[in-house]
């Protein structure tokens, strides 16, 4: 532990550009500053964050370079220092403040690493992690899961901590019943049921399609972006067919469209064999 300390209370470069990025804010934020930045609250702000780090998830995801990515994850740090500085102008909490919250609650949340407790597996510090999260977390074991997440990833979360419990399903098996068992609860909600029951229905045949992911050890969110991205990049090269032969897509019959999608489908699939 008091290496830490030692270390954090040396002057460093990031510490110096830290230093820089707070004073343009300040700057920004005071008099004779931009009129945008200083009419700023944390309600207007609050869609940014959401969008900056969906934005720097996206560079993540698809492996962007080194560069790019370093800029959207500076973009959400921007958001950090934005909300940080107007709670300091309102005598709340400041940069500063949130440093040390995050740095003393890293350090509690791993004794095994800065206390006397023997090292972990992966799996028995993030059981660990999530048990010293539930006691202070408001709201239940599933509190604290926020709404604004991808419904895939959400009901993902909400699964993982239910499970952690033991409150889940014994064998994948038991998922593919369930989920055979929603699309009849489905059909027969479209046959009799008003529409939000049928859209009640989709969500829990939604639900147990992310249940089935999790056995699999595949990410939904992920599994369903690159389905969109391949749907995406078929159809465009359909639109790019028709415009070659001067047609637009409305003046083609469904069946003329399903022949386009299957060539191009199977152009798709031996490019991608000869990538591999």
């Not at 290496?3 to 300040?26: D, P, W």
């Not at 008099?31 to 996206?58: M, S, V």
């Not at 229905?201 to 969110?221: H, I, K, T, W």
């Not at 019959?253 to 064999?273: C, G, I, R």
Request: with cysteine; proline share 4%; charged share 35%.
């Amino acid at each position: 532990m008091g290496t830490i300390i030692k270390l954090s209370k040396r002057k460093s470069g990031a510490g110096r550009e830290v230093k820089k990025l707070l004073a343009v804010i300040a700057r920004l934020r005071g008099e004779g500053g931009c009129p945008w930045d200083r009419a700023q609250t944390h309600q207007t702000l609050a869609r940014y964050l959401l969008e900056e780090a969906h934005e720097a998830y996206d560079m993540l995801e698809r492996g962007a370079p080194d560069e790019e990515v370093a800029d959207e994850l500076g973009d959400v740090l921007l958001q950090v220092v934005l909300h940080a500085r107007l709670a300091s102008e309102r005598g709340a909490y400041d940069f500063t403040a949130i440093c040390r919250r995050i740095r003393r609650k890293m350090i509690t949340r791993h004794p095994h690493v800065f206390g006397i407790k023997p090292l972990l597996t992966p799996k028995e510090v993030e059981k660990s992690w999530e048990a010293r999260k539930t006691h202070r977390r408001p709201g239940g074991r599933l509190g604290g899961i926020p709404r604004t997440l991808p419904a895939l990833l959400r009901a993902e979360r909400v699964q993982d901590r239910a499970s952690a419990v033991g409150f889940d399903w014994e064998d994948i098996g038991g998922v593919v019943e369930k989920i055979q068992e929603e699309g009849r609860e489905l059909a027969q909600a479209r046959e009799t049921a008003a529409e939000p029951e049928i859209e009640n229905e989709m969500g829990d045949l939604l639900f147990s399609l992310v249940n089935l992911a999790r056995y699999l050890a595949v990410s939904p969110e992920r599994a369903l972006n690159r389905t969109s991205d391949k749907f995406i990049r078929r159809f465009t090269r359909i639109e790019e067919k028709a415009a070659q032969a001067g047609r637009s897509l409305s003046s083609y019959t469904l069946a003329e469209l399903d022949a386009l999608w299957n060539e191009v489908k199977a152009k798709d699939l031996e490019d991608l064999d000869q990538r591999r």
